[in-house]
């Protein structure tokens, strides 16, 4: 059956134009498309674990996951954000190779004193078990520092359908791998050996891309000699971009550890789902952006236009996330009791306060590798620095009130704070006038304001949530087809 004439000829100019080959619109799609299936597969399969799994298992998932990410960004030292700016390919892979290497050494050293301390580090979290699954911490920090670096070498090389498919391999096997482990044993250790399964096999099908790919001569430069020299190039990573990456992935980890700390196991669970139902969705936009936004960044830097595609990007993450989290925020609730079962309603709460943060984190924290490729990596380290002091300030205060929801609400305003502020420094590093930052976002606010009305209206006609999570799933379809050729554009 052939296409109609009118058919052919649209996908013929989405080819040549926006959509073209190499296009920046083309390159987010394909991550878009790889991302969006990876989170529909890990929010998809939420309530079907919340009604196998208890708050307090997701809890000890969250924990476990909050150790594995933390230490997860000290893998490589930092040096696989190096791997897309060395001129030469070879000398690009050699520090690829390098950083798989590091990832390893650092990977068995941290699981060794992990394992070690065990027991001690379970009594202050509150889960006096920790130490049997504690086993996999290495392995799971070994196998997504290697994702990481991988990807970096996949993102220089513009294989963005491989980072795609890393992704979903990731996500579908930590989702079948965690509902077939409920069959056997309902315990946290099913939930977190099922995520460990999904890294390991996202990391060992990007890494199969890669060397199967690569060609014979690049090893020939792979040797000590070589490796020094671009570490000794790079050093600015591990002493700025290390510590700044640290401190970031701990104040983003910051409410798992206080509340584990200050409440029940339970607490943790309802914010960890919490936390998944918000982040994950958010994924799909601005991971499509920040790999894509690297390497087009890098060559825009050479060319000097840098600030117009800084703004653009700025733009499109706007765009792509405000709108989704406003209308989240309003019908917070009654999705959660829809989607993941009565017993998870208190999960609703902590979504509202989570919409504030991470609006305004994932407008920001795509651009922030600008740091790093203007090496002005001291400037991330003192405002992530600022961030993990002001974050922790806040937890702290809250749990001392003895109230979670106080807690993350403290958390959350003091963590918007400092991302408005980083969002505008990153624009002015770039080029961009700092008041731009307030024009998009209030350019933004203003072409929301109908869907917005729209949520209000069926929350003041019913109180039904079924049809209030009906309507805020109609109104995301209408955003996505309205919205689609300004995200995807030229512009």
């Known amino acids: 059956m052939q296409l109609p004439n009118s058919l052919k000829n649209l996908l013929g100019r989405l080819q040549k134009g926006p959509f073209k080959s190499g296009s920046f619109a083309r390159n987010v799609l394909t991550i878009f498309a790889g991302t969006a299936l990876s989170q529909a597969i890990a929010i998809g399969v939420i309530p079907i674990l919340t009604r196998i799994f208890t708050p307090d298992q997701f809890g000890a998932l969250a924990t476990f996951t909050t150790v594995t990410m933390v230490f997860a960004v000290t893998a490589s030292l930092a040096y696989e954000a190096a791997i897309v700016l060395p001129k030469r390919n070879e000398s690009a892979f050699v520090l690829y190779v390098t950083c798989l290497l590091i990832n390893l050494v650092v990977s068995a050293t941290v699981g060794i004193v992990l394992i070690l301390l065990g027991p001690d580090l379970g009594r202050w979290l509150g889960y006096p078990d920790i130490s049997k699954w504690l086993w996999l911490a290495p392995i799971s920090i070994a196998v997504l520092g290697g994702f990481v670096a991988t990807s970096m070498w996949l993102t220089r090389q513009k294989q963005f359908t491989d980072i795609s498919k890393g992704a979903v391999t990731t996500r579908l096997t930590t989702a079948v791998g965690q509902l077939g482990i409920s069959t056997v044993a309902l315990s946290s250790t099913g939930l977190i050996v099922g995520q460990v399964m999904g890294s390991v096999a996202g990391f060992l099908f990007l890494a199969n891309k890669v060397f199967r790919s690569i060609p014979r001569h690049y090893w020939k430069h792979v040797n000590l000699k070589r490796s020094r020299v671009l570490l000794h190039r790079y050093r600015r990573f591990p002493v700025y971009d290390l510590t700044s990456s640290l401190t ?194 209030t350019r933004e606010f203003a072409r929301i304001l109908p869907f917005a009305a729209a949520m209000l209206a069926a929350k003041l006609m019913t109180t039904n949530a079924l049809i209030i999570t009906g309507v805020f799933l109609a109104l995301l379809g209408v955003f996505a087809l309205r919205r689609a050729k300004y995200i995807l554009g030229n512009r």
């Open 248 to 441: 970031a992935v701990i104040a983003r980890n910051l409410p798992i550890i206080a509340l584990s700390y200050f409440f029940t196991p339970a607490i943790v669970g309802f914010f960890s789902i919490a936390y998944r139902m918000v982040a994950g969705p958010l994924q799909v936009g601005a991971t499509s952006v920040t790999g894509v936004f690297f390497q087009r960044a890098s060559e825009a830097r050479q060319a000097g236009n840098l600030s117009s595609i800084t703004l653009q990007t700025f733009e499109r993450l706007a765009a792509i996330v405000m709108t989704p989290l406003l209308l989240l925020c309003m019908a917070a609730n009654e999705i959660t009791g829809t989607l993941l079962g009565d017993q998870w309603l208190d999960a609703g709460v902590y979504i509202r306060w989570l919409t504030l943060w991470l609006f305004f984190s994932a407008i920001a924290s795509p651009l922030h590798r600008l740091f790093a490729l203007l090496e002005r990596q001291d400037e991330l380290a003192i405002i992530n620095g600022l961030l993990f002091v002001c974050s922790a300030g806040a937890l702290i205060a809250g749990g001392l009130l003895d109230d979670p929801v106080t807690t993350i609400a403290l958390f959350s305003i003091v963590s918007t704070i400092i991302w408005i502020g980083q969002g505008i420094r990153i624009l002015v590093i770039s080029g961009v006038a700092p008041m731009a930052y307030f024009r998009v976002l």
